[in-house]
Each structure stands twice: as structure tokens, then as C-alpha cells.
């Protein structure tokens, strides 16, 4: 078992154990079985089982910045308290082993993050719900003068209609409306703009007596302007060691792999990227000259490695002097999610700067269940109706991502994933956000004749398609 301080400076989350001494003869082991975040050198936040109870735990160095976390995580807890907002039950606080202080919680069972909840538009009753309640957590705080500095969807949990607030350490007193005001743009901006959701969260959270009086034009450039913010602010964070993200620097190269994947064996794999493909848990779906792709099991996981190769000297030249393909699917990847839509979840990237695989990159995408959309359509199991109602989503999504200036740049039927998650799209390399009003309809226009290129061969994908895509025009985009 590793030593708690060891797996804080590390980075890497390994199972370890603490001990706290309840009295002169009694001392009680909490073994931390998987992490919720770590922050390398600064604290560690932890799921522990003592004694066959659930605790969330979290564990300080006795060092200045990380004691500096740990008062903050006090006081936020007790400002909540104070204004009789719901967090979590904290059982002890104060020193444990040697060097450090330590803040158990009571795990709430059964409760899920609202990063879960809102996994997709909430369009139900009971999601339009929710989003209320949230909104409605958010005007009490902002009336109470609070705000919390860190409100991603993942620190607060639903249960039974309850809104607990979780990391504490980010919740301070302001003393001004603009300040409350800058939060709120902060919170919505997470939820992307093509769900709609920002005239409804706003009235729930003026309430019906108005008890927030602050101007929904304000409000709502307010939101425009943490969108772009937080964008230009994660897209560079994927590439840099913290606490979602882990950078390895091996003989080949750079390599960044989110820390969900840490145990997969993923990281070791990479390590050697010429043999990524051997073995018996390996299916390949592509070997071409300048990309090699395969679907890799690894434990009770599948991922989807894709290899850009080196075609030549030259090539590998051209490819030292600008971004990798792999990086330039990683950062669209993420920015695909950021903006809510559908991608299969990026999880590790590599670039080879170093030897005979100097040039060469690689990225790695979770695998997606279901069938490509040139499959779908030719398949004759599936009636008319359901083939419609498809290529419509398809249709409204491509829409959507030009809304949002996106241009894929590869609309091959081949890169819609058709399956339980709606429709996925993948392989953005290619990918762009283009700027002008003239270029995005050039662009736009260019798209979707590639679009159109993929159901020559089957007349009645071509049939639907062309029964729909007379509705969709350029004068549709703003």
C-alpha cells in the first residue's frame, strides 16, 4: 500500500490507506479505494471505506498553499451551514498521520452529479425540473451573497429533489452585484447553446417574486462572455499536467491521457507506439498509408486507437512544422463536448518527437457502440419512417454545429455513429471554427456536396436525403 503523501506528489491515484487515532487505544484506517480529484503536490479527494462505511476524504499536506486549501474548504462549509444551504455532512476535520490534516464527509448514497443528470438537453418534465432547482440553488446563494467559485456541473449532487454543494474550499462571501453576476455567466455557460436552456434558467432563477433584480440583457452577455472564456481557458488546460489530465514524457515522446483511463493499462501501451496493434485483443478497421486504425480491449474496455503514420521524409518535414493531426483531434474533440455534441470521448494523445517515429501521432477515443450510417441506411431490417426520422437528426445536427461556425470537414457516412447515444460523430482531425460570414457559407456550402456525395449509391438514402435538405439552407445560419 503506497504512502499517502507519495501518491499526492505523484499525481497517480494508487489504492493507499490513513489513519486517524480516535482516542489513546483506539485508531481508525481509512482505505482510499479511487480518487475524485487530485491535485498533484496539493491534495488528494477520495473515496475511503472504514469499517464497512462510505466516506468521502480529504487529505492536505502540511504544506502552505495546500493549508490554505484546507481553511478555505472550512469556511466555505460553514458559510453554506450558515444560510442553510445542503452540503455535505462533514464527521471530523483536523490532523491525522504525521504531515497531514485530513476532512471526512458522509457519502450521500445514491445521489448523482448534475454532470450526470444534464448528460443530454434536458427536455423531459422532470429535467426542466431540475434545471429550475438548480436555478433556483443559485438565486439563494447569490441572494445570500455567496457564489462558488468552481460551479462545473460535477460539484453539486441530486437526490430526491435536494441540491447538495459539494468542494466547499470554492465558496466565498462577495460583496457586489457584479461579482454574483459574473458567477451566474459562469454557470450557464456550460450548458451549450443549442440546448436553449438560458431564457428558461434565467426566470427560474428570478423566481416568481423577483426577488433578484438584475437585467437579463447584463445577465446574458455575461454568459457570452464566460463561453468564450471558458473555451480559449480548458482548451488549453488538455494539454497540461492537472488534475483531470496526466502528461507522460516517455523515450518516444509527449503523451497526455485523462486520468479516468490511468488504470486501463492504456498508458503502457502507449509507451511503445510501434507495436500499439499486436496482439489477440486487437481488430483492425484500417491499415492505410497515412493513418493506421484499430479497436484495442484492454481489460473490460474497448478504445479505438488511430495512428497517423509518416508517409515519407518530406511528410514527416511538413508534419514538424505544424500541429499533429492526433493533437488537432484531441483539442476538437473536447471542444466538440464543450459546445454539447455528441463525440466519442477523447482520452489519450501522443506525439512522437524523438527517433524513427519522429512525426508520427496517435489518438485514442473511447469506442462507440453501434452501426456507421452508410450501414444503417443500406440496411434493410429498418423501415422508411425510422431511415427518415434519422437522416433528419443527422441533418439537425450538422445544422447545429454550423450554428456554431463548426465545420467538420470530413462528412464521410462513415463518421456518424448511429447507436444508444443518438447519433456520434468522430474524426476530426479535419475540423475547423471558421470566422467570417463569407467563408462559413463557402465552407458550409462545400460540406454538404461532400454530404451529398455519400447516398449515390443508395437511392433510397438519396431519396430521403434529397427529400430533406431543400429545408436546409444557408439563410437558416446567423
Known amino acids: 500500500m503506497m504512502d499517502i503523501l507519495q501518491v499526492i506528489d505523484g499525481g497517480v491515484f494508487e489504492p493507499c490507506e490513513i489513519s486517524l487515532r480516535i482516542s489513546d487505544t483506539d485508531t481508525r484506517v481509512y482505505a482510499c479505494q479511487s480518487s475524485f480529484r487530485l491535485l498533484p503536490g496539493r491534495r488528494l479527494t477520495a473515496l475511503a471505506i472504514s469499517e464497512g ?29 450558515s444560510v442553510s444551504i445542503e452540503t455535505a455532512p462533514m464527521i471530523y476535520h483536523g490532523p491525522a498521520e504525521e ?84 458567477n451566474y455567466g459562469l454557470v450557464v455557460a456550460q450548458f451549450p447553446v443549442s440546448w436553449n436552456i438560458e431564457s428558461r434558467f434565467y426566470h427560474a432563477y428570478r423566481g416568481p417574486d423577483n426577488l433578484i433584480d438584475y437585467d437579463e440583457d447584463r445577465l446574458h452577455k455575461q454568459v457570452q462572455s464566460h463561453k468564450k472564456w471558458r473555451e480559449k481557458h480548458y482548451l488549453k488546460k488538455i494539454f497540461r499536467e492537472c488534475s483531470a ?67 515519407s521524409k518530406m ?34 494523445v501522443l506525439e512522437c518527437l524523438k527517433g524513427r517515429l519522429k512525426g508520427v501521432s496517435v489518438f485514442v477515443m473511447q469506442y462507440v457502440e453501434g452501426v456507421n450510417s452508410a450501414n444503417y441506411f443500406l440496411d434493410k431490417k429498418i423501415d422508411i419512417d425510422s431511415k427518415r426520422a434519422t437522416a433528419k437528426k443527422m441533418l439537425e445536427l450538422i445544422q447545429e454545429m454550423h450554428h456554431e461556425r463548426i465545420i467538420h470537414g470530413d462528412l464521410k457516412s462513415t463518421n456518424f455513429i448511429i447507436g ?23 465552407a458550409i456550402s462545400k460540406e454538404m456536396k461532400r454530404f451529398n456525395k455519400n447516398w449515390q449509391e443508395n437511392s433510397e438514402a438519396q431519396s430521403i436525403f434529397d427529400e430533406l435538405i431543400p429545408s436546409y439552407t444557408q439563410e437558416n445560419y446567423r
Open 53 to 81: 462505511k462510505k466516506y468521502v476524504i480529504k487529505i492536505f499536506p502540511q504544506r502552505h498553499r495546500s493549508l490554505e486549501e484546507y481553511e478555505r474548504e472550512l469556511s466555505g462549509h460553514e458559510l453554506l451551514h
Open 99 to 182: 504531515n497531514v490534516n485530513i476532512i471526512i464527509y458522509k457519502y450521500i448514497d445514491r445521489a448523482r452529479t448534475l454532470l450526470e443528470v444534464f448528460d443530454q438537453r434536458p427536455d423531459s418534465r422532470q429535467q426542466v425540473a431540475r434545471l429550475d432547482l438548480f436555478a433556483r440553488l443559485l438565486s439563494l446563494m447569490h441572494d445570500r451573497h455567496l457564489i462558488h467559485e468552481d460551479p462545473h456541473l460535477g460539484n453539486f449532487l441530486l437526490k430526491g429533489g435536494v441540491i447538495t454543494v459539494l468542494d466547499a474550499g470554492a465558496v466565498r462571501r462577495v460583496g457586489n452585484a457584479t461579482l454574483t453576476e459574473k
Open 245 to 311: 489530465f496526466h502528461v507522460h514524457s516517455s523515450m518516444f515522446g509527449k503523451m497526455i491521457v485523462d486520468r479516468d483511463f490511468m488504470h486501463t493499462g492504456l498508458r503502457e501501451l502507449l509507451d511503445d507506439p510501434r507495436h500499439l496493434f499486436d496482439g489477440d485483443q486487437v481488430e483492425m478497421l484500417k491499415e492505410g498509408k497515412s493513418s493506421t486504425v484499430g479497436v484495442v480491449k484492454l481489460g473490460d474496455q474497448r478504445f479505438v486507437i488511430k495512428r497517423y503514420n509518416v508517409k
Open 315 to 348: 511528410h514527416q518535414i511538413k508534419q514538424m512544422l505544424k500541429e499533429s493531426r492526433a493533437s488537432r483531434s484531441w483539442r476538437n474533440a473536447h471542444r466538440m463536448i464543450l459546445r454539447g455534441f455528441t463525440t466519442a470521448r477523447p482520452v489519450a
Open 420 to 442: 444508444d447515444k443518438g447519433i456520434v460523430i468522430i474524426d476530426l482531425d479535419s475540423m475547423k471554427v471558421v470566422g467570417s460570414q463569407a467563408n462559413i457559407k463557402a
